[in-house]
């Protein structure tokens, strides 16, 4: 027994040095000898149960193979080992599976008696669970290989070899026998990605990017030339000289993936090209899509975020509402809901009639609806057009001409109000009549042969034809468009429009006009036979002088046709001295739109040059603006001749007269003094009385023979300086002498010298101051005025006699007028002093004018510029 013991102590302590978990049991019960704390630690036990069967230290073990094996190794005295073994202990209260590597040992005493076993056991658990965990995941991972179609493959790049699994050779094509080189690899990529492809490997195995390898490219099948689309992700393995000797990874089908893309990508191409507009929301109205046409419709931007903005945002208040409480609930699960909708454009707030189909959207799997689509077509395209349309056959219904529509075979489709009145047509049988029913025989013929193939070819034709009432057979001439109406995509002619116009009423104005004109060409024919007629030569010009007409009597004057005369060539037969003269008035004329008139010479067709009269007056239209001039030249030419004869005539009659008044004037005057020294005072008177009517006849000479001078331009001036005043006394008192009647009363304001021709100046104060006496025979006195108007001296002579009415006044300056009245004869003069004064004014540069009213009086001034 002590060997025993000392043998057990022996091992006892054994057990204590041991690094294993080990413990001993002894004899039959397995009473536990000796364990050492890793053991302790293992079962989760203390010390305390050592000497305590096993059993009954660890009752955990009931029921599982420990006993039974202890007991056999016991009986046999053979060695157990196991390796991983499972067995359930209580650690810490708590039953788990540990694992265990163990070793049951029996020892044997000198006997040779199995009294104990030691048992070393190695704690497994985590090696084993991990090494269960690597091979789930092994199984895990090669049954997900499988699922999800992935390949394997594996390259060893120093000896350019390829080790592939079979799914990496179904993928390539490649039978399922043999190596692989690396080339037989890249001939069944498509050619477009074996670039890439070699690129992607060359980088990874020269360790570009840590070695990592991840690119999709096209296979083709090498049998059934099957193109696939696959994703290869690997890594490359370098050894410590840097030198890949793995490269290894995955390869994945990914044909269906990219092709599912691929559809998606063109549905959402066609979707976003759209011209309806398409969006997609999720139940709560989010906005998950939006097409190009539907973001532009509605204002939203192109790159816009639609996760942002909600349905509602596209509607007015009412129809979100109407939306939201009716419609959502109304949209049929296969069939949808489609119905007018007017939506908002979120930028501008216009409202946008929409044709809206809704319909929902079901998960693919669940059938549980998980969103709404909507579609929508803007209205306003459509509403404009009906819109357009409407306008048109309200146009073509309300107007008066005739429209009408016809199919290709002339059948009647439509006649419009204005053309069923024209023609008479029973509204109702409207459809049942042709086009060949309400056309004359001759416009029938004329559209079959001549309208419809230029219809045909050209699509229009317009002119004239004739309807036909339909109830009085009348025939209208109309002026008629028509139009081949085309289909839109096949081009196929499918009708003919067209538009008439009644032309009874034009050619009603056209007779009518035509009539007029006859009568017109009547009326000017006449006149010209009129105008061809008159002595004078008759001619007309256009408002800026271009003659236009000129009568026959010119040509038979000057020989000279139209168009030698015509526009301004008339002047060239003018006298080149009156040109200028006759060119400068008529301009002014033509400025001022007074009458022309002027005397010039011609020349004939015999060559002689001869006088005319020419007048001209302007035809005005109501504003007063110009339309033409009319003009009249007259042959004055013997008249001028006459008057030159007169002119020789009184310029020789008063020169030979004036030297035998002078001699009268001379014995007059001495036998009037004779007889006044004899004291003859009778004869004496007499005498001075003749000597009276010499003066007066010698003055009427004078008179004459300035006129005769004047006429023919032959009156001399002799300006010198001299007193005005004293000139304008010495007349007074000359005429005052002369005048019992009167009182010339003088208010001289002008008190200089000037220069001129004072006798001639002096005439003319003398003619005025004797007229004021002569017509104011009731009257007591004439005044007499000077002015100094600083540049001229202005004198004028007042009367209170006869006066002069306004329509002659301003005729008594010219050569021999008179005025004609009752009262004339009482008053002698040849009405030539005023004609003179007149003229001496005018060659000194001075005005002379006359106001006067008739019955009470008159005031006759000049003035005089000054000179220098
Ligand atoms: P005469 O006096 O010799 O007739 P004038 O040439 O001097 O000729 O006058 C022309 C006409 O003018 C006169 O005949 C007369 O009718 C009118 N006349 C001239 N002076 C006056 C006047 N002071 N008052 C009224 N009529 C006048």
Not at 206 to 216: E, L, T
Request: net charge negative; hydrophobic share 40%; charged share 25%.
């Amino acid at each position: 027994m002590a060997t025993l013991f000392s043998e057990q102590e022996r091992y006892k302590s054994l057990v204590e040095a041991s690094p294993m978990p080990t413990a001993l049991y002894i004899g039959v019960d397995m009473i536990i000898g000796a364990a050492n704390q890793a053991m302790l630690d293992l079962w989760g036990k203390s010390a305390s149960i050592i000497g305590l069967k096993l059993m009954e230290a660890l009752p955990e073990l009931e029921g599982q193979p420990f006993f039974q094996i202890l007991s056999q190794v016991f009986q046999s005295g053979e060695t157990y080992h196991t390796k991983e073994s499972p067995a359930d202990l209580e650690v810490n209260g708590v039953l788990q599976t540990f694992y265990f590597t163990f070793t049951y040992k029996p020892i044997r005493n000198d006997q040779g008696e199995v009294f104990a076993i030691i048992n070393t056991a190695a704690h497994l658990t985590e090696l084993v669970e991990a090494k269960k965990q690597i091979i789930e995941t092994q199984q895990r991972l090669s049954f997900a290989l499988l699922s999800a179609e992935i390949g394997t493959w594996d390259f060893d790049p120093i000896n350019n070899k390829v080790n592939w699994d079979d799914k990496c050779r179904t993928l390539f094509g490649f039978g399922k026998e043999g190596e692989v080189k690396y080339e037989e690899v890249l001939s069944c990529i498509h050619p477009q990605d074996e670039k890439m492809v070699r690129e992607a490997v060359s980088k990874a195995i020269h360790q570009v990017n840590d070695g990592q390898y991840d690119i999709k490219y096209r296979t083709i099948n090498e049998e059934d030339r099957q193109i696939r689309w696959v994703h290869c992700k690997g890594k490359a393995y370098f050894n410590e000289n840097d030198i890949a000797y793995r490269f290894a990874g995955i390869v994945q089908d990914i044909t269906d993936e990219v092709k599912s893309r691929q559809r998606e990508h063109q549905m959402l191409t066609l979707v976003n090209h759209n011209a309806d507009h398409m969006t997609i929301a999720d139940l709560d109205g989010r906005l998950i899509y939006m097409n190009e046409a539907s973001r532009k419709m509605l204002g939203v931007a192109l790159d816009a975020d639609v996760s942002k903005f909600s349905a509602g945002d596209f509607y007015t208040p009412e129809e979100l509402a109407r939306v939201q409480n009716h419609i959502i609930n109304e949209i049929d699960a296969v069939r949808g809901w489609t119905g007018h909708i007017t939506l908002v454009n979120y930028q501008t707030r216009e409202s946008i009639p929409c044709m809206v189909s809704y319909l929902l959207i079901k998960d693919l799997e669940t059938g549980e609806i998980i969103g709404r689509g909507a579609t929508a077509r803007d209205l306003r395209p459509e509403i404009r057009v009906k819109a357009d349309l409407q306008k048109l056959a309200a146009i073509i219904g309300s107007s008066e001409d005739f429209c009408n529509y016809c199919d290709i075979d002339g059948r009647t489709r439509y006649i419009n109000p204005s053309g069923i009145a024209l023609i008479g047509i029973d509204k109702d049988q409207l459809l049942n009549t042709n086009l060949f029913d309400y056309h004359s025989e001759a416009s029938n013929h004329k559209i079959k042969k001549e309208i419809l193939p230029v219809l045909f070819a050209e699509g229009k034709w317009s002119g004239e034809l004739e309807l036909i009432h339909q109830v009085t057979r009348e025939i209208i001439p109309i002026h008629k468009q028509f139009y081949m109406i085309r289909e839109e995509f096949t081009n196929m002619p499918v009708a003919i429009a067209a538009i008439a116009r009644d032309l009874r009423p034009e050619l009603n104005i056209r007779k009518i006009l035509a009539d007029k004109n006859a009568a017109l060409q009547n009326a000017v024919e006449e006149l010209e036979f009129l105008a061809n007629s008159v002595p004078p030569v008759v001619w007309s010009s256009k408002p800026d002088g271009y003659l236009d007409y000129i009568n026959k009597r010119w040509f038979d004057q000057t020989g000279k046709g139209d168009d030698e005369t015509l526009g301004s060539r008339w002047a060239e037969n003018v006298h080149p001295d009156d040109v200028p003269d006759a060119i400068k008035t008529w301009k002014a004329s033509l400025e001022t739109g007074n009458p022309y008139e002027i005397e010039f010479r011609c020349l004939d067709k015999y060559g002689t040059y001869r006088w005319y009269l020419v007048r001209a007056i302007p035809l005005k239209d109501a504003e007063g603006n110009i339309i033409k001039w009319y003009g009249t030249n007259t042959d004055i030419h013997h008249q001028k001749e006459l008057e030159k004869q007169k002119d020789d005539f009184l310029g020789i009659a008063s020169h030979e007269l004036k030297t035998p008044v002078t001699s009268l004037k001379a014995y007059a005057q001495v036998l009037e003094a004779m007889f006044k020294r004899s004291g003859d005072f009778k004869n004496a008177d007499l005498l001075a009385r003749m000597n009276k009517q010499v003066d007066r006849l010698s003055s009427l000479i004078s008179d004459l023979l300035d006129v005769t001078k004047m006429n023919s331009g032959r009156l001399q001036f002799n300006p010198t300086e001299f007193d005005f005043n004293e000139m304008v006394e010495e007349v007074i008192e000359d005429v005052q002498r002369t005048s019992f009647n009167h009182a010339i009363r003088a208010d001289l304001g002008f008190r200089r010298n000037i220069i001129g021709d004072r006798d001639r100046i002096c005439q003319v104060v003398t003619n005025l101051l004797t007229n004021a006496i002569k017509y104011s025979p009731g009257a007591s006195e004439v005044v007499i005025y000077t002015h100094d108007l600083a540049d001229r001296v202005q004198v004028s002579v007042r009367d209170y006699g006869i006066g002069i009415s306004p329509e002659l006044k301003d005729h008594v300056f010219e050569q021999f007028y008179r005025v004609s009245g009752e009262k004339q004869h009482t008053f002698p003069g040849l009405g030539l002093g005023l004609y003179i004064s007149s003229e001496i004014i005018k060659r000194l540069g001075g005005k002379i004018w006359v106001d006067s009213i008739e019955g009470k009086g008159s005031v006759f001034s000049f003035s005089i510029p000054l000179s220098d």
